[in-house]
């Protein structure tokens, strides 16, 4: 294949933003039968801040390791796979790699992890924030730009293209979300049906999220970080301060360690019961 197919044809990798966003879609059901009017979804939407959906993402990334590891589609390895001689290409993928977090970076904040990059843009609301809108709490645009103010697309079309276009992650999206939402949980509600194929019960509330983040083990070694970001108010602090003090994606790196992450997924499976 001459270089210009092999460009052609290369795989392209969703950024971090535009993934959240989607995953975000996935969870209030956008592009499933029957659909809603945008005025329902910014209604669901609604029921849930910026913590819960940070947190969600990474129960999700943790789910996404455990379905890899059922479908046996991946070897254990203790530290990351070597290369090849002479070349960049790796003997096998790391379950971190292969799994949802290789997509984002986690960082400690005072209620759990956080994936910075997507906080700062959603607060910005920067280019690259395509589907949706920050205030207090998450709406969704009407249209997505593809580019320029003359070119835009309804946001059920752009999901669409979406999926079109990075089918892989999205198969792993979508398995991850069954698995998430289909378990059981200690502590668990009241089991609400949600009437979708794809998220069976909302039954993880967000404190306790926040409380189970901070038993796992990933946590924990975090400690001492935590016990600092209490006493900060304000998201401009608490962002001074980790900039200060070199926390950026901090989590991230302790659990790209293959004993590491295998650690936080044993905590994460006691927790989901079946």
């Not at 995953?23 to 819960?52: C, D, F, H, W």
């Not at 669409?160 to 668990?188: A, H, M, N, R, W």
Request: with cysteine; aromatic share 12%; charged share 30%.
């Amino acid at each position: 294949m001459n270089t210009l197919a092999s460009k052609r044809f290369k795989k392209r990798t969703p950024s971090s933003v535009s993934l959240f966003e989607y995953i975000v879609a996935k969870l209030v059901g956008i592009g499933e039968i029957p659909p809603k009017s945008i005025k329902e979804y910014n209604e669901e939407l609604e029921q849930y801040n910026m913590t819960r959906y940070m947190k969600t993402l990474y129960f999700l990334c943790l789910a996404s390791c455990c379905v890899i590891k059922d479908q046996k589609l991946f070897t254990p390895q203790i530290r990351s796979p070597k290369r090849l001689p002479g070349s960049k290409k790796r003997l096998t993928d790391s379950l971190y790699e292969q799994s949802l977090f290789r997509f984002f970076n986690f960082t400690t904040f005072p209620n759990g992890p956080v994936e910075q990059d997507i906080y700062n843009s959603m607060l910005k609301s920067d280019a690259a924030v395509r589907w949706f809108t920050l205030d207090r709490v998450m709406k969704m645009k009407e249209s997505v730009s593809k580019g320029n103010k003359s070119d835009e697309v309804p946001i059920f079309d752009g999901i669409k293209q979406y999926e079109d276009e990075f089918t892989e992650t999205v198969i792993l999206v979508k398995k991850s979300l069954k698995y998430l939402f289909s378990g059981e949980y200690t502590p668990y509600s009241q089991k609400q049906e949600t009437g979708s194929d794809l998220i069976k019960y909302k039954e993880i509330d967000t404190q306790m999220l926040i409380d189970v983040s901070h038993s796992f083990p990933t946590w924990r070694a975090q400690k001492d970080e935590d016990n600092r970001l209490k006493d900060l108010k304000g998201a401009e602090a608490i962002f001074a301060f980790i900039k200060a003090n070199r926390l950026e994606k901090n989590m991230s790196r302790h659990l790209e360690e293959g004993t590491n992450l295998m650690a936080e997924i044993r905590a994460f499976e006691e927790f989901r019961r079946g």
